[in-house]
């Protein structure tokens, strides 16, 4: 089981910027994909982005596509998801996931095994 914990989430107006982190379990970044998920009150989770473990490659959710950035820092175990522009809409808690090392651009949950506890965020003004 890999352990994940997120930070960075906050309130942030909008068109503003937040950089959320996913602390993996020692490791994990070399043989999982992580992926970036949320959930808004009342909807279902959905994936945001994934960065798959053999080649760093990227996938997005079209409805954040040229706003959000993922990236890893492998020696930190560390993957990152950068947010700009971001729209009321994007409220939500975020979460991290491991899963299938090489990531569909489905996004879908069911490829994800271990989660992380999430992270708010909010934008409002």
């Known amino acids: 089981q890999v352990q994940l914990v997120e930070s960075g989430g906050g309130l942030v107006q909008p068109g503003g910027s937040l950089r959320l982190s996913c602390a993996a379990s020692?490791?994990?970044?070399?043989?999982?994909?992580i992926g970036w998920f949320r959930q808004a009150p009342g909807k279902e989770r959905e994936g945001v982005s994934c960065i798959s473990s053999s080649d760093g490659s990227a996938v997005y959710a079209d409805s954040v596509k040229g706003r959000f950035t993922i990236s890893r820092d492998v020696a930190k175990n560390t993957v990152y998801l950068q947010m700009e522009s971001l729209k009321p809409e994007d409220t939500a808690v975020y979460y991290c996931a491991a899963g299938i090392p090489y990531c569909s651009a489905a996004l879908k949950r069911k490829d994800f095994t271990s989660w992380g506890q999430g992270t708010q965020v909010t934008v409002s003004s």
């Open positions: 020692e490791f994990a970044l070399k043989y999982y994909g």
